[in-house]
């Protein structure tokens, strides 16, 4: 990798960032986030116990998000899978 300080690296991958305009790339990035900031994608593994409203309006989001195209075929899942 070539020596770019962290400002140059912070740049370019925003510049990057912003030319996206695939979903499912941007969900994984994300993901990554979530990661790097200790938040799980499902607060049931963290221990803490979902109200009603919180899994009323999970499910909203979820088919919201089917609605948008926002989700990946099985198809798609196992040609990801094999290029790991």
């Known amino acids: ?7 140059t690296r912070k740049r370019n991958l925003l510049t990057w960032i912003e030319g996206l305009h695939d979903q499912n790339l941007l969900k994984k990035l994300e993901n990554v986030k979530d990661e790097a900031e200790g938040k799980s994608g499902n607060d049931l593994l963290a221990g803490k116990p979902m109200t009603i409203k919180e899994l009323k309006e999970r499910a909203m989001k979820a088919h919201e998000a089917v609605v948008n195209g926002e989700f990946v075929t099985h198809e798609d899942l196992k040609k990801d899978m094999n290029a790991w």
Request: neutral net charge; without cysteine; hydrophobic residues 55%.
């Open 1 to 7: 990798m070539a020596s770019y300080s962290i400002l």
